[in-house]
């Protein structure tokens, strides 16, 4: 079984930066995916950014400005989020796909003011 929480969210102004942290419970591998997602208010859950054996994606209305990492040792993936806007105001999921399953965080609000 894995266990996610997040933390880091918050409010700020467009421009400014956030980093999100997610702590993992449970056997990951470093081939098993980790991900950030988001949702906003009213539309689907969407991909950010996800690593996997160091190899990173991105959506294309992040790249440039959000950096997703990981610390195997610790069990963490952090999402460092630069020059915000406000269209990244969403609940910031934390995602683990392993062998199939795909496991969630509860979430964490991130608002960003113009």
């Known amino acids: 079984q894995v266990q996610l929480v997040e933390s880091g969210g918050g409010l700020v102004q467009a421009g400014g930066s956030l980093r999100l942290s997610c702590a993992a419970s449970g056997s990951i591998f470093s081939t098993n995916t980790m991900g950030w997602y988001r949702q906003a208010p009213g539309k689907q859950r969407d991909l950010v950014a996800t690593i996997s054996g160091g190899v990173t994606t991105y959506a294309d209305s992040v790249k440039g400005r959000f950096t997703i990492s990981r610390d195997k040792a610790k069990n963490m993936v952090y999402l460092e989020m630069n020059s915000l806007k406000p269209e990244d105001t969403a609940v910031y999921y934390c995602?683990?796909?392993?062998?199939?399953?795909?496991?969630w965080g509860q979430g964490t609000q991130v608002t960003v003011s113009s």
């Open positions: 995602n683990v796909e392993r062998w199939g399953t795909n496991y």
